[in-house]
């Protein structure tokens, strides 16, 4: 039990507010899973009990797959905006049959291209929606001919991300932080202020680093690829930096809990893991979730190497988490997944079973670890 422990606090950095032990998932409790039934869509949603026609801008990958699901269980009439190169549903692992049938039967499509200004301001028009979920937007010229299209819109919710804050030696970051205008995600601060400009009831979510089954982001996918492998895997610097990762399934209750949510009306919440992690406890994690043995860690300097445009590791090489305070004491809201449990939900619904998202590649990895046995 001792080691236990030991192990446990290695992995996990509690936050001011956490309530999780960091205990790692029960057999039973995966299997309770299996299946996701998402909690906040059966207790947390009586803000939004009346029925919304709602407009999803994407939702055939990743985040809007699980939130389109919430949305169709709560018996809203849920329409997908996108360009049609992919399956516009798709059955989730562990999904029966029954339930894939009437969520893909109750989903509607719309076709479409959201650069092409003048279809989105003439098709959405047509259908007056109340909501929009803007998923993938990421420049406000392209949420501006939605909110045109939609004069009577009742809100609209925006993904929007942790990375615009700025850097900063106080942590974690809140909502109230400075902003860094010249973020690779300054669009979406355009966005926001886009949105308050137009006097538009909106909401926006930021999360922090997103994982679980289907993530087109090497996030977990990344360490699952190396532990199968059997290799070691190299973590720059100490591996003593703090990130911070949020489930899918718990990011998409988020979002269903600010639909007509009056406490959520131009406000910002982020959203992410209740913990913080270490970079080594990440793998560490990783390792645990997929039942693979205690992995080899190689620490390296990145300045000592050229990897040009390639990405040596998934995160970027800091402190970088935030508080969820917020969302909790407003929305109601408290992440179902702790680390190890949520690594474990992925690993068993996606990798585990065979697939991912980009293949292996070990370029990067091959040159730190030549470079260590050379020096050795």
Same mark, same amino acid.
């Given at each position: 039990m001792a080691a236990t422990a030991s192990l446990k606090s290695s992995l996990l950095l509690p936050s001011p507010l956490s309530d999780f032990s960091g205990a790692a998932v029960s057999i039973s409790a995966q299997k309770r899973r299996s299946s996701w039934q998402p909690r906040g869509a059966r207790v947390q949603v009586s803000a939004a009990a009346d029925s919304k026609n709602i407009l999803v801008m994407g939702g055939t990958r990743f985040i809007g797959v699980f939130l389109s699901r919430i949305l169709v269980k709560e018996g809203h009439q849920v329409t997908l905006f996108t360009r049609g190169k992919a399956p516009i549903t798709q059955q989730l692992p562990g999904e $029966?049959?029954?339930?894939?049938?009437?969520? +893909? +039967?109750?989903?509607?499509?719309?076709?479409?291209?959201?650069?092409?200004?003048?279809?989105?301001? =003439? $098709?959405? @028009?047509a259908k007056g929606y109340d909501v929009v979920y803007d998923i993938n937007g990421r420049e406000a010229v392209e949420v501006e001919p939605i909110i045109d299209a939609l004069p009577n819109l009742e809100q609209y919710i925006y993904c929007s991300s942790a990375g615009v804050y700025l850097k900063s030696d106080i942590l974690p970051h809140c909502e109230v932080d400075a902003v860094d205008p010249k973020s690779r995600h300054k669009g979406k601060l355009e966005t926001e202020n886009l949105l308050t400009s137009r006097g538009v009831n909106w909401t926006s979510i930021r999360p922090v680093y997103i994982y679980g089954p289907l993530n087109y982001n090497p996030?977990?996918?990344?360490?699952?690829? #190396?532990?199968? @492998?059997? #290799?070691?895997?190299?973590?720059?610097?100490?591996?003593?930096?703090? =990130?911070?990762?949020?489930?899918?399934?718990?990011?998409? #209750?988020?979002f269903n809990l600010v639909l007509g949510n009056p406490k959520a009306g131009q406000q910002i919440f982020n959203i992410s893991g209740a913990k913080y992690v270490t970079f080594d406890g990440l793998a560490r994690a990783c390792a645990k979730a997929g039942g693979f043995p205690e992995p080899e860690l190689v620490h390296y300097n990145p300045k000592d190497f050229d990897f040009g445009k390639k990405k040596a590791f998934p995160f970027r090489d800091q402190h970088f988490f935030a508080s969820v305070e917020k969302a909790i004491s407003e929305l109601g809201w408290t992440p179902e997944f702790d680390l190890v449990d949520g690594l474990t939900d992925s690993y068993n619904l996606d990798f585990g079973r065979g697939t991912f998202r980009k293949a292996a590649d070990f370029t990067t990895d091959d040159m730190i670890l030549d470079k260590k046995l050379a020096t050795v």
């Open positions: $029966s049959d029954a339930e894939y049938a009437e969520f +893909s +039967s109750k989903v509607q499509h719309l076709k479409g291209d959201r650069q092409d200004f003048e279809f989105v301001k =003439t $098709s959405l @028009a996030v977990e996918e990344w360490f699952f690829h #190396r532990l199968k @492998a059997g #290799r070691p895997i190299p973590i720059p610097g100490a591996g003593n930096q703090i =990130t911070q990762l949020g489930h899918v399934k718990d990011l998409a #209750r988020a």
